[in-house]
């Protein structure tokens, strides 16, 4: 261009050195090309590309893109919850308070969290731990939900999704150099947002298998193997446990939780209970424990000591309200210091959305008996956990018709994670491609039917086996169609590489 020509000019006149960009690839964050996100990678990207292509016309096998790649029920086609929806109307736009189409205690709702805010709106920043009324519904909601068991509001802090609280504390855990540099402990598989916060901190994953063959089990003697073995390059600070599990959708029991916290004291690790699908409980004789409840009825030699972080969302559960980004994280027995300098580290991003925040409360605060709302409210709710459930075991029997694919019992969550089995000629042409075996079956998949899913790759898996996560938001009879395809999928491709 006649600029560039003009300045290259100047440069050789001497009057401007010729330099190259500040930022650059060999010159940015290194840790940031360590960072990766399996859920919204290559496959994805891909998907959205089919979904111009399909826009403008082009011709493909099939009439449009299933994601069944992400825990985003609403975008699945799952209904807001009507309260939820009614009150953050309300909150965004309070003349609607003069409205008689809105029920009392949504509007009595409504007014407490306006109340709260910076002139009443819910467009003025918050403090930064979150809101006070919301933090004191949060530990009002702990303590019933834990049958009694105190919670302390100012142990509260409301954030951006549960995954803005994780990354939080995270960081507050990394430090040293070398073989002091601290080590996390997360499952394999396991959810890569931890993976992917542990490479852009630079701390040092460490990962412990969970055993499939027993439903996706945590074994305590595979904890203290991959301890020790760590112990020989970094320091093992942080044990991060998922429950119920994503990808691999356990639930664990009691009795797992009281040895993990065991295992906790004896090794001196800090725990981290995410704990975001605490309502998806689908499998009979399965049920929520919280970490914080199990903790404290093991009695105050476990319950003075272990320091434990657990985290909540609005994402998940039977809200799926992912957009808002409201969540909370509870923290026990951290020291005073370094609480102060957590709510320091906060204060630096001012606060979580409000609106996040708002529906947080909702959550936490929902309709009770006698309330207008309550009938709906239950019924929505009942509903939305009854197709869940109902689509989990839909999805593990009918991929367990097919030859060459297995899937544990989906306990909980949102996900199944089924092992395939790939002909020797499928992953050997995988390789000379470079990609991961399960990457190019997914892909496949998605040319061939629409159907987008994650490969097993981007949440670890054992050496030498191969895996999908699959969501089970759609609506069931689109569930249906997209299993019954991938059936038929699977067996053409093993018929093609065998």
Known sequence: TPSEHLHQKMSENGALPLRGKVLTVDTMNANVKKVDYAVRGPIVQRAVQIEKELKEGVKKPFEEVIKANIGDAHAMGQRPITFFRQVMALCTYPQLLDDNKFPEDAKNRARRILQSCGGNSIGAYTTSQGIDCVRHDVANYIQRRDGGIPSDPDNIYLTTGASDGIVTILKLLTAGEGRTRTGVMISIPQYPLYSASIAELGAVQINYYLNEEKCWSLDISELQRSLQAAREHCDPRVLCIINPGNPTGQVQSRQCIEDVIRFAVKENLFLMADEVYQDNVYAEGCEFHSFKKVLFEMGPEYSS????????????????????????????????????????????????????????????????????????????????????????????????????????????????????????????????????????????????????????????????????RMTILPPTDKLKIMLNKLKEFHQKFTQQYS
């Open 305 to 468: 000591k272990v320091e434990l972080a657990s985290f909540h969302s609005t994402s998940k559960c039977y809200m799926g309200e992912c957009g808002f980004r409201g969540g909370y994280m509870e923290v026990i027995n951290m020291d005073p210091e370094v609480k102060a300098q957590l709510t320091k580290l906060v204060s630096v991003r001012l606060c979580p959305p409000a609106p996040g925040q708002a529906l947080m409360d909702l959550v936490v605060n929902s309709p009770q008996p006698g309330e207008p709302s309550y009938q709906t409210f239950i019924k929505e709710r009942t509903d939305v956990l009854s197709a869940l459930a109902e689509k989990a075991k839909l999805t593990e029997e009918i991929l367990n018709t097919v030859p060459g694919i297995s899937c544990n019992p989906v306990q909980g969550a949102m996900y199944s994670f089924p092992r395939i089995t790939l002909p020797e000629r499928a992953i050997n042409e995988a390789k000379a491609k470079g990609q991961a075996p399960d990457m190019f079956y997914c892909m496949k998949l998605l040319e061939e039917t629409g159907i987008c899913l994650v490969p097993g790759s981007g949440f670890g898996q054992r050496e030498g086996t191969y895996h999908f």
